[in-house]
């Protein structure tokens, strides 16, 4: 008798789960991340440097050439701020195209094809960037 209950139960919260994981799971998630304004929505609530982060680590794929404290195939974060702070540059002019390389200039044919991604990112997007440049400096 006790068995027969046990696997009742089993059968029963499985069968539920089943049932859940087809029309909820499946059927929800493209539909709200496809959702334009819930896209728009937490970027209202992120700080700029939370927003930058996002985009560094993400879209932007900046995280495959830029480590926070060493070198990988782009300088390191903390490199790139220290320099940008001591010589008073802007890295936003410089990811929209408009200013010169200041850290490694030798290197700049490996960052140059990011630019054309960052020049069609908004202020608020490159604002975060820098944001999240800045937040590694030592
Ligand atoms: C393919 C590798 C690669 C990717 C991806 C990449 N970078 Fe770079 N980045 C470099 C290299 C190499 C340098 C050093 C050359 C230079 O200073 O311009 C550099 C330099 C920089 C600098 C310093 C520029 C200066 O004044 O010298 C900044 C700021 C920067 N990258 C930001 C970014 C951001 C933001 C992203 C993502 C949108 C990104 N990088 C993606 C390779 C990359």
Do not use: W
Request: some cysteine.
């Amino acid at each position: 008798m006790k068995r027969v209950l046990i696997i009742a139960i089993a059968f029963l919260a499985f069968s539920c789960k089943k049932q859940e994981a087809i029309p909820a799971e499946k059927q929800a998630e493209p539909t709200t991340t496809e959702a334009a304004p819930s896209e728009g929505m937490p970027v209202e609530v992120q700080t700029p440097e939370q927003l930058g982060e996002s985009i560094f680590k993400g879209k932007g794929t900046c995280v495959s050439c830029h480590k926070t404290d060493s070198k990988l195939i782009g300088p390191s974060l903390q490199d790139i701020a220290k320099m940008y702070k001591e010589k008073n540059g802007n890295i936003i002019t410089f990811l929209k195209g408009e200013s010169k390389p200041i850290v490694d200039p030798a290197q700049y044919a490996l960052m140059q094809p990011n630019i054309v991604l960052t020049k069609t990112m908004t202020d608020e997007e490159l604002k975060g960037l820098e944001a999240y440049v800045y937040s590694n400096l030592k």
